[in-house]
């Protein structure tokens, strides 16, 4: 199981804030994570939305974690971010022949599932906890 770039971005985006202080722009994020600044600023409003980052508007300002954020579980997000699509698309176009009665289709359901399920008790702040957060703050950092 492979997660898409832009649920990649967003966990990278939200460890950095959960280590750091202070508020970081886009670009500085961008730069701080090699990510296009693009696709940063699509990941940040994203998070926004969700109410796991918050914006400070004005002179210094740039986007901080939010509460939420820091407590979100890893799981619940990817799932949300993901959406609750199965890894193999047994119902595309053509379908497959054997939909009807598949062992294998239940047992990836099954391994989806327990992926998931050792994602939700983490938490973006365990995840940006230390020792990692020494690696965090130093990043993007001149
Ligand atoms: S073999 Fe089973 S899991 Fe694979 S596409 Fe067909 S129904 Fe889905």
Excluded: W
């Amino acid at each position: 199981m492979r997660l898409n770039r832009s649920t990649d971005i967003a966990l990278r985006v939200l460890m950095l804030s959960a280590a750091r202080a202070d508020r970081l722009t886009v670009d500085e994020l961008a730069e701080a994570l090699a990510v296009p600044r693009n696709h940063l600023a699509k990941v940040v409003q994203t998070l926004q939305r969700r109410g796991l980052l918050e914006t400070v508007r004005g002179r210094g300002g740039g986007v901080r974690l939010a509460d939420a954020g820091r407590t979100a579980s890893v799981g619940g997000l990817v799932r949300d971010l993901e959406g609750e699509t199965e890894v193999v698309d047994c119902d595309g176009d053509p379908a497959c022949p054997l939909t009807g009665n598949c062992r294998l289709r239940g047992a990836l359901r099954a391994a989806q599932g327990a992926f998931y399920a050792a994602l939700d008790p983490i938490t973006i702040g365990d995840l940006a906890a230390p020792p990692v957060r020494e690696t965090l703050l130093s990043i993007g950092r001149r």
